[in-house]
């Protein structure tokens, strides 16, 4: 297992995006099945749960709340929105999310930068909230290599991950994985599915591991990052834990580099 934030995780997180609602727009009409696909996850193994402020505008992390147990097992990722970026709005914001997730943040991330607010403004307020305990880590989203080195640059505390999109389709990131390894900051991967369930070559690669083309895509970005898929329905949540125990084969790696 890789750990996040001292603790030790399951390869794979899961996203919740379109849980509890939509784009600052709060949903509560499929809650309890939300709330029975996390409590499911959270039982297959996956303990890795990443939401947002804006998420539901809030509720996604009312939900995920309502479902930790044995909290020292589950890492909490969530995010402030790019209008909530000066020093008192993201202790704001972190504060509301605290309250709204009833406990502690693992990982607070930026979740996109914001050119008119001076980035380390914003640090410096993440920065308090780790030396408060509202939020145990930081990171970033959304940032390029050139930003996440000022980042770093201004952060009294360790910037441990980056979340971007990173997918078969999109394998951009994989031009920094050395400077991303060699900072020891995680790559956290959303749309990871992106290109993938209708993919032939994933599929026929599939086929010679007894695996979908979701699985092989999954197996494939968890060399290099934590890929977090959105799921809502227990068959695509034991799909996505199926991602995991076996390993693709160097040539199989190759051909989809050059997807």
Not at 12 to 19: E, F, H, K, N, S
Not at 136 to 160: D, P
Not at 188 to 210: D, F, H, T
Request: charged share 25%; hydrophobic share 40%; glycine share 8%.
């Amino acid at each position: 297992m890789e750990t996040l934030c001292g603790k030790k995780i399951f390869p794979i997180g899961l996203g919740t995006w379109g849980i509890g609602g939509g784009y600052w727009e709060r949903n509560d009409t499929n809650d309890l099945n939300d709330l029975s696909s996390l409590t499911y996850a959270i039982t297959k193994g996956i303990n890795v749960i990443d939401t947002a402020e804006m998420y539901g505008a809030g509720h996604a992390e009312e939900l995920v709340g309502k479902v930790i147990k044995d909290r020292e097992k589950i890492v909490i990722i969530t995010k402030v929105w790019p209008n909530h970026l000066k020093y008192e709005q993201v202790i704001e914001a972190a504060k509301n999310s605290y309250a709204r997730l009833g406990t502690y943040i693992d990982l607070y991330l930026i979740h996109w930068p914001n050119n008119v607010v001076p980035l380390k403004e914003t640090i410096e307020a993440m920065d308090y909230l780790v030396d408060q305990g509202i939020v145990k880590c930081i990171g970033v989203s959304n940032f390029s290599r050139k930003l996440t080195e000022e980042a770093i640059s201004y952060s009294r505390h360790r910037i441990i991950a980056n979340e971007i999109e990173y997918n078969v389709m999109n394998k951009n990131v994989e031009k920094d994985i050395d400077f991303y390894r060699d900072n020891d900051i995680a790559i956290i991967a959303y749309k990871p599915l992106s290109g993938s369930i209708q993919n032939k070559v994933l599929a026929e690669i599939g086929r010679k591991y007894g695996k979908t083309s979701v699985q092989v895509a999954l197996n494939y970005l968890m060399r290099n990052s934590i890929p977090i898929p959105k799921a809502t329905k227990r068959e695509h949540i034991d799909e996505i834990v199926g991602a995991y125990g076996w390993s693709l084969d160097i040539e199989d790696i190759s051909t989809i580099k050059e997807l």
